[in-house]
């Protein structure tokens, strides 16, 4: 069985229900089709880091290839030992960033009209079908007078059963509705 089923209706998404992976992808999906449907524009911040971060090392590696291309492999190991530390420290901080400070993020997006940002994210506990979403908003920088003060995050968790039936069936429009009052909950929560 794929990740995601799609039937002949084009609405009806089934899943392995065994598979927490599964489960967890769809409602993040389900849950960005949601944002983005809400006026949400989605900012791709973590993933043009990671890009960044892995061209600088290719591009050194692709210098390493042509400059030893062209001269004898003696003249141009100190090249060579330079360019692989830069592709390692590189790949090492793009891993440092995804666990430091994307997380488990899934979602940044911003709604100019309403001058805020709101992050998603989600996680799963090996074998325990619990489904938990934390919502964070804060305000668009350099907006005055926001309408959305920097809030503490919104923890959300749910039994996958809560919008899965036993054969695999999603049920998008439950799991949308709960996740509207959580956001509606989030941006009527002020900090202290």
Not at 36 to 58: A, F, S
Not at 87 to 94: M, R
Not at 96 to 107: C, G, I
């Amino acid at each position: 069985m794929t990740a995601t089923q799609q039937t002949n209706s084009g609405n009806r998404v089934v899943v392995n229900t065994s598979n927490l992976s599964e489960l967890k992808t769809t409602c993040d999906n389900s849950l960005k089709e949601f944002l983005k449907e809400k006026g949400y524009d989605e900012m791709h911040t973590h993933t043009d880091v990671k890009l960044i971060l892995g061209y600088v090392g290719v591009i050194f590696c692709a210098i390493d290839f042509a400059y030893s291309w062209k001269y004898p492999f003696n003249q141009t190991k100190w090249f060579s030992y330079i360019s692989v530390s830069i592709y390692a420290l590189t790949s090492g901080l793009a891993l440092l960033y995804s666990y430091l400070v994307q997380r488990d993020t899934f979602f940044v997006g911003y709604n100019k009209a309403k001058g805020h940002i709101v992050s998603a994210g989600s996680s799963t506990k090996r074998n325990e079908p619990v489904y938990r979403l934390t919502l964070t908003t804060r305000p668009i920088r350099g907006r005055q007078d926001p309408p959305v003060f920097n809030s503490k995050p919104l923890e959300v968790k749910r039994p996958f059963a809560t919008w899965f039936y036993e054969d695999g069936e999603f049920a998008n429009d439950k799991f949308q509705q709960e996740v509207a009052g959580a956001i509606e909950d989030l941006l009527n929560k002020k900090t202290e």
